[in-house]
């Protein structure tokens, strides 16, 4: 199984809904998501569109970078451009990705429906061609 890492500022929104789509729809993948400064909470909207969309798990939660940093992971996404400009040393090297998505934080349940169609498109095909899967 090829262990992803999706980065992004505040884990609660667009590394959250990567993290459950990779899970939900790449075989031999599994992702965590973590963020550069976490907001503590996943964003209601977040939650209500995966819910909606069957892929939600009570496991998934805004979580610190330092909670993953000895963990191994055989590719880094970062999918906001602060988390890679930000993006630390892992203790073991991983390629890493950048695809930036605009944060739908704040606006309206559209745009986090937007921001899902988005990740499901262009980030999950740049994932399964970088880890082969």
């Known amino acids: 199984m090829k262990k992803v890492l999706i980065l ?7 590394s959250i809904i990567a993290e459950a789509l ?3 729809r790449i075989d031999g993948a599994i992702a965590k ?15 209500k569109l995966l819910e909606e969309k069957g892929i939600w798990k009570d ?6 970078i330092e909670t993953l940093i000895d ?12 988390a890679n400009e930000t993006c630390p040393m892992f203790p073991k090297p991983a ?4 695809v930036g998505f ?8 559209e745009a986090f429906e937007a921001t899902y169609k ?16």
């Open 71 to 82: 963990e191994e992971f055989n590719l880094v996404v970062t999918v906001c451009d602060h």
């Open 33 to 47: 998501s973590s963020g550069v400064k976490a907001s503590g909470k996943v964003n209601p909207n977040a939650k």
């Open 22 to 24: 990779i899970n939900a």
């Open 8 to 14: 992004c500022t505040g884990n609660s929104c667009r």
């Open 118 to 133: 988005e990740i499901e498109e262009i980030l999950l095909p740049k994932v399964k061609e970088t880890l082969g899967v």
């Open 59 to 64: 496991e998934y939660h805004s979580k610190t």
């Open 102 to 109: 605009e944060d739908p934080d704040g606006k309206g349940f």
């Open 95 to 98: 390629p890493k990705i950048h």
